[in-house]
């Protein structure tokens, strides 16, 4: 039985508080939530899924977006037509990232945020995660391009940043002549 997730809207003020580290191994609620989650990001990728729950597509959600304030992320990745990959981490932080900067070409969305904004979004090209499984074992992520936008992205939910917070307002865009590679 699927049921579609209560997430907060970007207005929410729980959405610019900053999560609290997690106590592992996670209880069963935790788990519980987190397969709810891999659930609704991967039906919100697969169009007859998202057509019938009427779900926005996303390929990542942090605890806070539900209104807990934990520092829990999950990713999940089309990586080949139908074929997923998901990321779990807990009390994850980012230990090494590249000096490439890229920006999505298109703009980043947000199941956060209804409504479109116009801007680029400046990330690291190439990431390198630590934190831990559900189970409380340590993992380390190397992640690039876009999954590596995901990650960044969703660990700013952890710190109570929205991905706009990061688009420069006198110059949203980035064009050739700037350092920044968009993809």
Do not use: W
Not at 2 to 22: A, C, G, Y
Not at 151 to 165: M, S, T, V
């Amino acid at each position: 039985m699927f049921k579609k997730l209560d997430i907060l809207d970007d207005t929410h003020k729980v959405l610019r508080q900053i999560s609290k580290e997690v106590k592992l191994p996670l209880s069963n609620d935790d788990k519980e939530i987190i397969e709810q989650i891999i659930k609704h990001l991967t039906y919100s990728q697969i169009d007859k899924y998202a057509d019938k729950y009427d779900l926005r597509p996303g390929m990542g959600l942090a605890f806070p977006q539900l209104g807990l304030l934990k520092r829990i992320i999950v990713i999940v990745d089309e990586y080949e037509e139908g074929k997923f990959k998901n990321y779990v981490v807990v009390n994850p932080k980012i230990t090494s990232n590249s000096t490439e900067i890229i920006a999505a070409e298109v703009g980043e969305g947000c199941l956060s945020v209804n409504r479109e904004i116009e801007g680029h979004v400046p990330r690291f090209a190439r990431v390198t995660i630590e934190g831990f499984d559900p189970e409380g074992k340590k993992i380390k992520i190397r992640a690039r391009e876009e999954l590596s936008i995901a990650f960044q992205h969703e660990i700013d939910h952890l710190n109570g940043i929205l991905f706009y917070d990061k688009i420069d307002k006198k110059k949203p865009f980035f064009n050739e002549y700037d350092n920044v590679r968009l993809i």
